[in-house]
């Protein structure tokens, strides 16, 4: 690779020195008395001279790693900052200057781990491995990989071997861990972890933001606003806190809090859930104008976002449903398995004289709605019994039919985290992966470790 680097180097300083001459000769040219001064061979020798420099000098500033360590620093800083895609361009930068070394794949492997790229994560630390870093570094890393995409049964064996020994990773321990109880829907151990991090380290909104997060998953929305609201006291540039604040609040039926939240939000940033928030506040406090002006306005910068494209739908479908149906259709081809949308879709179908296709729409959309107040009464049931594996399978199954796939996935993790050798739930998952397979090489991987865990005979 530093021959490849130096090579391309050279061909780039060969070419600066053929434009150097020609110019060179040009100004030469230019003045007789000058040319007799300076014959032909001297101005030659001092082209070569230069040019040497010049590889010598490129050579020094690709070949110092040392070069890198201002930006792979300012690199771990913007991680900690909660800002990966930022952090990836400092190690760009690195590599550019200094080519890849173990400290900038480890730090992308890190980068890309807060991102969910697992596919990323793992290549980097493959790359890490073959520059030097020590084994035990990126096995650790590797366990908080698995650790925040779910895969708690594999490694939470290791938390407290880690925290015992953290090397300067407790808050990177204690975020993996937490992000995959809550993947897990064991929320009890999810706050329990996060109510330790935030009494070792006040001042870091992060702990405050999973708990509201992990309430909200289990529907306890005044813990939630609590604490998210401490989190944005703590940092009010957290636009994922601000958003999240403001959404708890449009839940609880407070338009004008959650209002005044969003705003806030648009102050940080843009988003299509910023635009979405808005016009749902201006609807709930009755200013229909108001709301359709954000509608039109998100869904011109975000055309094929589901969310604006579905709440336009619902606005327009009584006094425009042709209009409407434009809007619920890319809704629904976006996710058309989404039952508000085919619900949506439905009714606009009657009110435009189409009562069979809409029939259609709707008995799917009363099927999901029907299996997913059962899934609601399996989760009631299993936030009092947590430890019940089938309930936790049960409602796996729904959501990986009728609701979102991440979710699915994640009820079906929760299992093998009690259950690793649950047939019926390793089945469920080998067959999702196997349909995904094409996709990634973790999918592939995934697909195959379960199929081979539902088919492994009992011991």
Known sequence: MEATRLHDISLHVVECEQIWLHQTNEIWATDDCLMKLLPKFRRRIWARSLLVIAIVACFVCYSEAWLAAPTNYLARATIAQRLPEKAIAWIRWSELVAGPTGDSEFLLARANRKLGRWDAVRDHLLRARELGVPETTLQREDWLARAQSGQMFEVERRRNQMLLDPQGDSEEICEAYAQGYLLNRQFQDAIRLLESWSADYPDNPQPHYLMGMTYAESSNLPLAIQSLQRAVELDPDYFEAQLALANAWLDSKNANAALAEFQKCRELGTGPEVDVGIARSHL????????????????????????????????????????????????????????????????????????????????????????????????????????????????????????????????????????????????????????????????????????????????
């Open 284 to 459: 709930a406090l009755g200013a229909f104008e108001e709301a359709q002006r954000e509608l039109e306005a998100g869904i011109a910068r975000f055309p094929q976002n589901f969310k604006l494209q579905l709440e336009m739908a619902r606005f327009l479908m009584n006094d425009d449903p042709r209009s409407a149906l434009t809007h619920v259709e890319i809704a629904t081809s976006i996710a058309p398995r989404n039952s508000e949308a085919r619900y949506v879709l439905g009714q606009i179908l009657l009110r435009l004289g189409r009562r069979g296709e809409g029939q259609t729409h709707l008995e799917f959309a009363q099927l999901v709605n029907a299996e997913r107040a059962r899934m609601q009464e399996l989760m009631d049931s299993a936030l009092t019994d947590p430890d019940n594996v089938e309930l936790r399978f049960q409602i796996g199954v729904i959501q990986l039919k009728y609701g979102t796939e991440m979710e699915g996935i994640q009820w079906l993790q929760s299992v093998l985290n009690y259950d690793q050798g649950h047939k019926a739930a390793n089945a469920a998952l080998a067959t999702y992966y196997e349909s995904r397979a094409s996709e990634s090489a973790t999918f592939a991987e995934l697909a195959s470790r379960h199929r081979n865990a539902a088919t492994r005979e009992s011991d």
